[in-house]
């Protein structure tokens, strides 16, 4: 027998012991070692299982990176699926019956594998339940390279479950430990041009300038921006924010149809601009402006701020704030 026929054959017995109860059962036992309470287990069919969408029909607030689904789907392969889907179920779906809350990628990489079925646990939660378990599940994986926008969907979901509130965002600030002032600048995010939030994720607009494009200029104007941003690749710093609030003060008119004049207008205006010393120093002296500042408070009140870190003198103010304002 030559090894492609061996493999295959060996991949059909791993199969069928995964299908077997036998198998259920050990998955079983394995699952109440690692969370203290057993599980029923359950071959369901992939035909009636969808992956995770919210009630306004939005995907996960977790990217499903292909490359991953392409590396599980090799794991698959070779070791079967030994972790169980975690779905619930759906009652008003006319195409569907359970909904995954935690395992889309392995359930991505099942369904490209074509396997009529995957073990789960079926558990019974409410929309803002789900969300939460979604989020929660893959957060010490994910969260630290959210893009901003990704950050500002998380977040907004919550809002949604649980409603725009001081509670819900306490709640938020406590379940991924920020401030609640924090929460609501992510938020504020997705007011922009979908041109403007892509090229936030992507660098050109920093995350720290985005406030002051949003409160400037109008709607119109912000898309013609996004759209000079995409089209020459330019990072918006603030150098070409003030040319561009110059021109909006000169009456410029922002339109689709000038980006190219626009380019032009702001270049023009920079070359007459006196100069203030290369991008990399500029963003050198702004990084170091909270910690001058940090170090003006430890002086002048050295009994209550004299022990702490930048950081923790940065998490008070913003609590200071969040408390007062």
Request: charged share 30%; hydrophobic share 35%.
């Amino acid at each position: 027998m030559d090894l492609t026929a061996r493999r295959n054959e060996r991949l059909e017995e791993e199969q069928q012991l995964l299908n077997s109860s036998d198998m259920l059962t050990v998955m079983e036992s394995e699952y109440e070692n690692l969370w203290g309470s057993q599980q029923k287990i359950q071959q369901i069919s992939t035909d009636v299982i969808r992956m995770y969408r919210t009630p306004k029909g939005k995907s996960q607030p977790y990217y499903v990176n292909p490359k991953k689904v392409k590396a599980l789907m090799l794991s698959l392969q070779d070791n079967g699926m030994l972790q169980p889907l975690v779905v619930r179920e759906l009652h008003d779906d006319e195409e569907y019956e359970y909904e995954v809350i935690v395992g889309n990628t392995r359930f991505a990489a099942a369904s490209n594998l074509d396997w009529n079925s995957v073990p789960c646990i079926v558990q019974d939660m409410t929309d803002a339940q789900a969300y939460d378990k979604v989020c929660q599940s893959n957060i010490h994986r994910h969260y630290d390279t959210l893009a901003p926008s990704e950050l500002a969907n998380l977040y907004q979901g919550y809002l949604e479950h649980r409603g725009d509130s001081d509670e819900t965002t306490k709640f938020i600030a406590d379940r991924f430990n920020t401030s609640t002032r924090s929460i609501y600048r992510y938020v504020g995010l997705l007011k922009l041009p979908q041109t403007l939030i892509q090229a936030v994720d992507e660098g050109m607009l920093p995350f720290g300038k985005y406030e002051r494009v949003y409160g400037v200029f109008t709607k119109e104007q912000q898309e013609v921006i996004g759209e000079w941003l995409q089209y020459y690749h330019k990072k918006l710093t603030r150098q070409r924010i003030n040319a561009l609030e110059e021109m909006k003060a000169a009456d410029f008119i922002f339109s689709m149809d000038n980006i190219n004049e626009l380019e032009d207008e702001i270049n023009r205006r920079l070359s007459e601009t006196p100069e203030e010393g290369s991008e990399e120093e500029i963003a050198e002296s702004e990084a170091q402006r909270p910690s001058r500042l940090y170090a003006t408070l430890r002086s002048i009140h050295s009994d209550v701020f004299g022990g702490l870190t930048d950081s923790e003198l940065e998490e008070y103010i913003i609590r200071l704030v969040d408390a007062n304002i």
